[in-house]
């Protein structure tokens, strides 16, 4: 038998091995064993038909004497090791065990990038042949012996599952036969997986005869492959060309790959970095850049410098002197002014350093720039007499050092930079006469103190400890103290697009297009009859609001008994029970009549933002006003004016976001700064509504110091739902209430008393503030809290809203702010699963610690659950489809 057996497994199990000459011949068949087979000296296992491996790994054999050529077939001696895998999706795994000799020869590598140091181990070689012949044979003997470790995969399917567990760097595809498989399809599914970035992959092309033009290699390239190698099955030649590609493509790739650690290091860099071409085409920007400067890498990424806006607080030769520096390879140092996206100018300690490449040209400038703080300009002109008392003439540099020579540039008279004629020793003066006279003012702040506190402290520390507090002075010199900063890497879409549209005011890009709110004025809900009293109720919605108490409460069924009308109804019934009437000294029909006004003036056309989700705000209000430890925290105003806050906090509401409203140029946007611009109208409208018509007008009968406290609490409540200062609510909220109530708390028990410290500290007036302020929070997005079904219907509903705000963007050729939210891509569950993750879970693990909520932390949980089911299955659905059909 000259040609290599077959080997075949009968559905009982038992393996049959016939030449491939002989393969017409029935009768010439020979059963090897019932349950296992010898091929290519490997013991299989196996049990049924199905078991014959689809991917065979061998690491090394006995070679062939070369004056042999590539053996097809050899046994393994006695007591040689060999194992069997466990059975695998793709098949039993069959693999050998490397001989020392070929160990020694796979060591692994060292390899220079730069100043790293890198260990490369052993190269892993994919080949994918579907049937066994002289060249697959070459291959695998040019891979033992280079040492490297190889995988034989017969099919497609077995091929991708190996690559995808191994991640081998080079593959090898047999392009020789298209009637086992298509190589090209082969290479193009490896090639749209991540692993494969850094693979090179081999095309085995049939040999060409002597008058036949060579094909053009471009369709291998643009089906992702790297090299073809013209059918050999010498094992030399296909050790050379495997060796080749070991040391240039491979060797390649591998320093790629490691690069992929500096640039995590710049991506958690603090320093805000900037990479530019030589021409100062920007290449690349950290996230530390990005929040400096307000920008996106997108808005950046590709432009030239002089692109960007520039501030006019420069000194109009200071860019010709920067660039005059760096372009003589010298590195520039010094402060220079940059503006923000928003247009404001920023003072920045700028590091600018050239980047020799090929050719001993300039190749890249790399940028380091941190805030400049005032604290280092003192440090800086001590640190300047200092080498001038003890270094005299010989410190001289052309480095544009922070030296006594040059100490200008870090002055904060910017004009000074470059300014040669500039006496120092009146500057000087001049400067420390500004200081005085800014440390004898007795007007400060309490964050001035602080920042005070820290420079004295730094006096006389040491210099890790100086370092540390300027970044400290650097934090809390930010507006945005208690707003996180949302990582780049791997952003979620899903995320970024909430954040984008909820914790912005939009783009600040006005166009033509004008965005003017269509009241829906003509609120003709249906013929159902307001009541008079609470008592005067139609049956069938006493009964359901005698379960209002529960945070279970169907607020959708009560919106189909009123005929979407569950305002009035539910408010009634909770103002009833909290007194509110008796306290605002007012008639029930005078509240009656101002909850018909409020509930009319909300959108029944927006999906969401409607009169439903304020009666099911009011809801949860009253739910954790009815919580012991809330109740003990707050006096009966606080009571009444977060069940007022909630029922208004969203009167007028057009179901678009701030975002849109800014980006659209609308009257609201226009008169409130594009600053909070919902909330204030919200509350705005809602006073004016109330007191033009005696008849609804609630705060006529009490006093003018009980409406002004009253007025303060509602509107506080109601800007607190602006999502831009979230994390500021929830960070004070846990710094002033969760934290020192945990510790008095933790001191009680271990003293073995009771302390009252930690209720006294609640019942503080600025800590009754921020109470109530995370509680109308949660309660406005408590929908990922609610049981599964009422969740699942807000969900529906907040993104239908969502869509819409994204369609008419693109009909008014707007920006559009949550890109996600397009009702042909968006999937629900991605977006759910994203607000849970970045507003919800942190915000109500706070309010349960305080309020103790364990009915919505599970219900929390469980929701949780259910969207991520679904995110796994890629439904995009609101249910399961078992439970679509259901």
Request: hydrophobic fraction near 35%.
């Amino acid at each position: 038998m000259g040609c290599a057996p077959s080997i075949h497994v009968s559905q009982s199990g038992v393996i049959y091995c016939r030449d491939s000459d002989e393969s017409n011949s029935p009768n010439q068949t020979t059963t090897i064993s019932q349950g296992t087979a010898t091929l290519h000296g490997l013991f299989i296992k196996t049990d049924a038909a199905d078991s014959i491996p689809s991917v065979l790994a061998y690491q090394s054999r006995q070679q062939p004497p070369p004056s042999a050529g590539p053996r097809r077939k050899e046994r393994r001696e006695p007591g040689s090791s060999a194992r069997a895998r466990t059975p695998r999706c793709c098949g039993i795994e069959a693999e050998t065990q490397t001989s020392n000799a070929s160990v020694k020869q796979a060591s692994t590598a060292e390899v220079q990038i730069g100043p790293m140091r890198l260990t490369q181990d052993p190269i892993q070689v994919l080949l994918i042949f579907a049937k066994e012949d002289n060249q697959s044979d070459g291959f695998w003997w040019a891979c033992d012996r280079a040492g490297y470790r190889c995988n034989i995969a017969r099919t497609p399917e077995s091929a991708l599952e190996s690559f995808l567990d191994k991640h081998q760097e080079i593959i090898v595809i047999d392009h020789r036969n298209s009637r086992y498989f298509d190589a090209e399809d082969i290479c193009r599914s490896i090639r749209a997986t991540k692993p494969s970035e850094h693979t090179v992959i081999l095309a085995v092309i049939p040999r060409t005869s002597a008058d036949q033009e060579e094909t053009s290699v471009l369709p291998l390239l643009n089906a992702g492959f790297d090299r073809q190698f013209m059918e050999n099955s010498s094992i030399t030649a296909c050790y050379n060309e495997l060796v080749q590609i070991e040391h240039g493509e491979v060797r390649s790739q591998f320093k790629l790959r490691a690069c992929n650690a500096a640039f995590t290091a710049l991506d958690r860099c603090q320093e805000a970095i900037e990479i530019t071409s030589e021409d100062h085409v920007i290449q690349y920007v950290n996230p530390a850049f990005e929040r400096m400067m307000g920008y996106h890498k997108g808005e950046l990424i590709g432009k030239e410098l002089t692109e960007l806006p520039k501030s006019d607080k420069n000194c109009a030769d200071l860019l010709d002197t920067i660039n005059t520096c760096i372009k003589k390879g010298k590195e520039w140092q010094g402060v220079y002014y940059a503006r923000r996206k928003s247009g404001d100018s920023i003072q920045q300690h700028v590091k600018i350093t050239p980047v020799i490449g090929q050719g001993g040209k300039i190749r890249h400038f790399v940028s380091l720039k941190r805030l400049y703080c005032a604290s280092e300009n003192s440090k800086q002109l001590y640190k300047s007499h200092h080498d001038e008392k003890y270094a005299g003439d010989n410190s001289q540099s052309e480095s544009y050092s922070f030296k006594f020579k040059n100490r200008r540039k870090d002055s904060t008279d910017v004009n000074s930079i470059t300014s040669q004629s500039s006496d120092a020793s009146s500057l000087q003066t001049r400067r420390y006469s500004s200081m005085a006279r800014i440390h004898s003012m007795t007007i400060e702040a309490p964050i001035t103190k602080v920042i005070n506190i820290i420079n004295a402290a730094q006096e006389n520390s040491p210099v890790t400890v100086a370092e540390a507090l300027d970044r400290v002075l650097e934090i809390l010199r930010t507006t945005e103290l208690y707003s996180p900063q949302l990582g780049t890497k791997d952003e979620d879409p899903h995320t970024s697009d909430l954040v984008g549209g909820l914790m912005t005011d939009g783009l600040r890009r006005l166009s033509g297009n004008e965005y003017v709110f269509s009241k829906n004025m003509n609120l003709s809900h249906s013929h159902l009859s307001v009541p008079n009293t609470v008592n005067d109720v139609p049956p069938c919605i006493t009964q359901l609001l005698d379960n209002e108490e529960s945070w279970d409460f169907d607020i959708f069924e009560l919106e189909a008994l009123t005929n979407k009308r569950p305002l009035v109804f539910l408010g009634l019934k909770i103002f009833s029970r909290f007194g509110v009437s008796e306290f605002l000294n007012c008639s029930e029909a005078t509240l009656r009549a101002w909850l018909q006004v409020i509930e009319a003036n909300y959108h029944s056309s927006n999906s969401y933002h409607n009169s439903t989700h304020a009666a099911d705000v009011l809801h949860a209000t009253a739910f954790f006003l009815g919580q012991e430890r809330v109740k003990g925290s707050l006096d009966r105003l606080d009571e009444v004016a977060a069940l007022i806050a909630a029922t208004i906090h969203d009167v007028d509401h057009p179901g678009r976001t701030n975002s849109f409203l800014c980006n659209a140029g609308s009257e609201l946007a226009v008169l409130y700064n594009d600053t909070a611009v919902l909330e204030s109208h919200h509350t705005a409208l809602a006073f004016q509504l109330t007191i033009k018509d005696s008849k609804c007008n609630i705060f006529k009968n009490i006093d003018r110091n009980h409406y002004r406290s009253l007025r303060q609490s509602i509107i506080d409540m109601v800007l607190a739902t602006e999502m831009t200062k979230h994390f500021e609510h929830v960070n004070k909220f846990v710094n002033s209430i969760n934290k020192p109530m945990a510790s008095e708390e933790t001191s009680s028990r271990s003293e073995g008393s009771d302390c009252e410290c930690a209720a006294n500290k609640k019942n503080f007036p600025d800590n009754q503030t921020l109470i109530k302020r995370m509680m109308i929070k949660c309660a406005d997005v408590a929908n990922p809290c609610r049981p599964l079904e009422l969740c699942i219907e807000w969900a529906g509903r907040i993104s239908e809203e969502y869509f819409a705000q994204t369609d008419e963007e693109k009909r008014q050729g707007l920006p559009v702010v949550m890109p996600v939210f397009d009702r042909n891509t968006c999937s629900i569950p991605k977006s759910q699963i994203s607000f849970i993750d970045y507003f919800i879970t942190d915000m109500f693990d706070a309010w349960d610690a305080f309020a103790h909520l364990p009915v919505l932390m599970q219900n929390l949980a469980n929701n949780y659950k259910h969207w991520k089911t679904l995110d796994e299955l890629k439904c995009k659905t609101l249910r399961l489809p078992s439970e679509n059909n259901n």
